[in-house]
């Protein structure tokens, strides 16, 4: 990979140095507590390396950041990156069941949390997981005060750090060595620990920057966490390899989005289907100038046609699908000039380098058009799952191609359409029903705002398929309007709902996928406890 140029042996700090001497007073980060040039950047990840390596962080520490999209996320990012330290990016969402798997799976050092946000207390949730996490040695509180025995994080940026006598040289990070581990988000079960270097964290960036025009003029809106890989990847790396500027939203909001755009000339954004839904028709859109806006990427969840349509019509955008993974980036998306059937029947074809298949159940490949497994192989792959080998065998054939999980057909062009996940796949007496193609129809209907389909059991067919809807306001929906609307588009039978469940919304990972196996517990608990009223 090296040899092909896809790794490059490079780490983000050294274009914070070279931006920040190229570009000193441009604006490197934006967001509600303020703004950073890159010159005030580099000096503040400068004093933060140094207060890291004062507290015992070292090269292979692992610091572990559960802060929303703030500056001081970066920072710590950065910095980490200075002394050797392992980042483990946590969404904000997570609470103490989850905190404490992982601390406890990583032997975190260091934990750096908001005082609080969103209501929630980290420092109470910090206090009470304590205990049971002995290598915990560090807390540090940004945006408040700290709790007992922790630190604020404006500590790390004292200048006494930087004027510490008889300081040590900042030891860096070799790009290829684990510098990120970063949680699965859990949509069909258990987590696992992705570990990334560098190298296969930043490769992935380098073909995208290419095939969608990017550059450092270029200003990017990221209310996806950088506790997901998509906030990570392509609002934090991607604005330092540009040295672009980044907009920073802390809590997705459609109205506080256009309002950004407008404010700050925003080119650039991306989210799953839920935040182009949102934007796509909020009526802010009538009082603000988004025209700067040029590119809007979704991906994480199929997005439905109509969408995409009134998408490309009111925001004025390129709209460009992309599918990928913790474990490999976007590794499709659709580029700023693709024809207008694959952007709606698509996710997109490869980025440079990296490889797809479609094989059968036998591992044969499948000819193009044919539905089956998605396997991908290439430079921005995982190294692994963190201390889970037998997990990381498991997850790859004998020859190295990686086991998405997902269903998909490749089209001749080598188009990817993502028609679901392998545990979205409801077998009815027989039949394989992939549930993309009836959601994306289900989509379009006036009455629903969303919907997922998922499987739930059946003593005669073994499955059968049972549809949650999210009602459009002020609407009711029933199950006999929607199997009419299937009707009108002449879908076979065998693939309709047979059970509706009306629900407010629905259990979200922190990057905007549905948490379908949530949604199959509660129909197979619901069904179980109308068995024994029976």
């Not at 406890?104 to 946000?117: D, G, H, K, Q």
């Not at 659709?334 to 440079?352: E, H, M, Q, Y």
């Not at 609407?475 to 047979?498: D, I, M, N, S, Y």
Request: aromatic fraction near 8%.
């Amino acid at each position: 990979m090296t040899t092909a140029t896809y790794w490059k042996d490079e780490t983000l700090d050294t274009y914070l140095d070279r931006w920040a001497t190229a570009r000193a007073d441009k604006p490197a980060l934006v967001e509600a507590a303020g703004r950073y040039t890159w010159a005030a950047l580099a000096r503040a990840v400068e004093r933060a390396a140094h207060g890291l390596q004062a507290l015992g962080l070292e090269r292979g520490s692992v610091i572990s950041c559960q802060l929303p999209n703030w500056s001081e996320f970066v920072i710590v990012a950065l910095a980490a990156l200075r002394v050797g330290a392992v980042l483990n990016p946590i969404p904000p969402t997570y609470r103490g069941h989850e905190i404490s798997f992982i601390l406890s799976a990583l032997e975190s050092r260091a934990f750096v949390i908001p005082r609080a946000f969103r209501s929630h207390d980290y420092t109470a949730m910090a206090q009470e997981l304590r205990g049971g996490l002995p290598r915990l040695e560090t807390v540090l509180v940004a945006r408040g005060e700290p709790g007992p025995a922790m630190r604020p994080f404006a500590t790390l940026l004292d200048t006494a750090w930087e004027a510490r006598a008889g300081r040590r040289p900042l030891a860096g990070t070799d790009p290829k060595d684990v510098s990120e581990v970063i949680f699965t988000s859990g949509t069909t079960g258990e987590p696992k620990g992705v570990m990334h270097t560098s190298n296969t964290a930043l490769s992935i960036i380098y073909p995208l920057i290419e095939r969608l025009a990017f550059t450092e003029r270029d200003v990017a809106l990221m209310s996806s966490t950088f506790g997901h890989q998509t906030g990570f990847l392509y609002g934090y790396c991607l604005t330092l390899l540009l040295g672009s500027t980044g907009v920073w939203l802390d809590v997705w909001n459609a109205e506080e989005a256009a309002r950004l755009i407008e404010a700050e000339r925003v080119t650039y954004t991306m989210g799953a289907t839920p935040f182009l839904q949102d934007l796509t028709y909020t009526p802010a859109l009538e009082r603000h100038d988004t025209s700067s806006l040029r590119l809007f990427i979704s991906a994480g969840a199929s997005i439905p046609r109509a969408l995409v349509q009134d998408g490309r019509r009111r925001l004025g955008c390129v709209i460009s699908a992309g599918w990928g993974m913790s474990e490999n980036g976007l590794v499709t998306c659709n580029g700023l000039d693709d024809p207008p059937d694959k952007v709606f029947g698509t996710d997109g074809s490869p980025l440079a380098g990296m490889e797809l298949r479609v094989i059968d159940g036998e591992g044969t490949d499948l000819p193009s058009g044919s539905e089956g497994d998605l396997l991908v192989r290439g430079h921005s792959q995982f190294v692994g799952y963190w201390k889970r080998p037998e997990f990381t065998r498991e997850a790859h054939t004998a020859d190295g191609w990686f086991k998405t999980g997902d269903r998909a057909t490749l089209d001749q062009d080598g188009y990817v359409a993502i028609t679901g996940r392998t545990k979205d796949l409801i077998i009815r007496g027989g039949e394989n029903i992939s549930v993309a193609e009836i959601e994306s129809l289900l989509f379009a209907h006036p009455k629903v705002a969303g919907v997922a389909i998922v499987a739930m059991p059946d003593p005669r067919l073994v499955e059968r398929a049972c549809a949650f809807v999210i009602p459009q306001p002020g609407q009711r929906v029933t199950l006999g309007e929607l199997t009419a609307h299937l009707e009108a588009h002449r879908v076979a039978r065998h693939k309709f709902p047979e059970r509706l469940e009306l629900i407010t919304e629905f259990p979200m990972t922190p990057s905007g996928k549905i948490q379908k196996y949530r949604l199959r517990e509660t129909i197979t608990a619901k069904l179980a406890g109308e068995q024994r009223r029976a």
